[in-house]
């Protein structure tokens, strides 16, 4: 079945590092993907997607691009915030499937 | 209209007894999740509904566990009988489904204590 592996972290950050969080996923067809947030005592919001190879996601500054040749989509930042300080999600969603969520990465960003 | 809501945000309850949670999904979507998120843990699926209709049970942990969804709108996860295990963050999530464009949109959860 569909599957989405991502780094369970916790990954730990000084304020403006760069930020790097692997996703790859297994998928029959073309499935779209997914980043999902959830701040600290809140619920699971959308950051990003993209529902084709090459297509590009990006939002607060946070991209990630749909490499269909490395069924990849890494989520990366330039320089992250202490506000960043969340768990990250990397989920798919192929036609007629269910969502699947990766583990969860915590990320935690340091004054 | 007004994103995913979900009631009661915490719910404390004893051992042994039946709780139901709420899910007001957002107006129009047809599709309706439930997901449960224990502490430290990603997400685990338990049920979906497209319209009043649940294609998917697979997730349900076990059949102390049952959901319903009427007039295509709100959804109600049972638990009876709860147990210390069933104690997590339960999220309900909706969408309208349109194949590979579909996007979740998540409540806030409901905060499960089973004494």
């Known amino acids: 079945g569909d599957s989405v592996t991502q780094m369970e972290g916790p990954v730990t950050l000084s304020e403006e590092a760069f930020l790097t969080i692997n996703c790859t996923y297994t998928a029959t067809g073309y499935p779209s993907l997914f980043w999902y947030v959830q701040y600290p005592g809140e619920g699971l919001q959308l950051l990003l997607k993209?529902?084709?190879?090459?297509d590009k996601g990006s939002n607060k500054g946070f991209e990630a691009t749909y490499r269909k040749e490395t069924t990849s989509f890494h989520l990366e930042k330039g320089s992250v915030q202490v506000s960043d300080s969340a768990v990250y999600f990397c989920a798919l969603s192929a036609y007629g499937q269910n969502f699947v969520f990766g583990p969860g990465t915590r990320l935690s960003v340091l004054p | 209209g007004a994103g995913v809501s979900q009631s009661p945000s915490n719910k404390v309850t004893e051992k042994g007894k039946d709780v139901e949670l709420r899910c007001d999904p957002i107006?129009?979507?047809?599709?309706l999740y439930w997901y449960r998120q224990s502490l430290g843990q990603g997400l685990e699926f338990l049920i979906y509904?497209?319209?009043?209709?649940?294609?998917?049970k697979s997730g349900l942990p076990s059949d102390r566990f049952s959901a319903e969804r009427t007039g295509g709108s709100v959804s109600t996860l049972t638990i009876q009988r709860t147990q210390q295990e069933d104690s997590a963050v339960y999220l309900c999530?909706?969408?309208?489904?349109?194949?590979?464009?579909?996007?979740?949109?998540f409540g806030p959860g409901t905060r499960l204590l089973v004494l």
């Open positions: 107006s129009g979507h047809t599709a």
């Open positions: 509904f497209q319209g009043n209709s649940a294609p998917d």
């Open positions: 999530a909706s969408s309208y489904r349109t194949g590979p464009q579909e996007t979740q949109y």
């Open positions: 993209a529902t084709k190879a090459d």
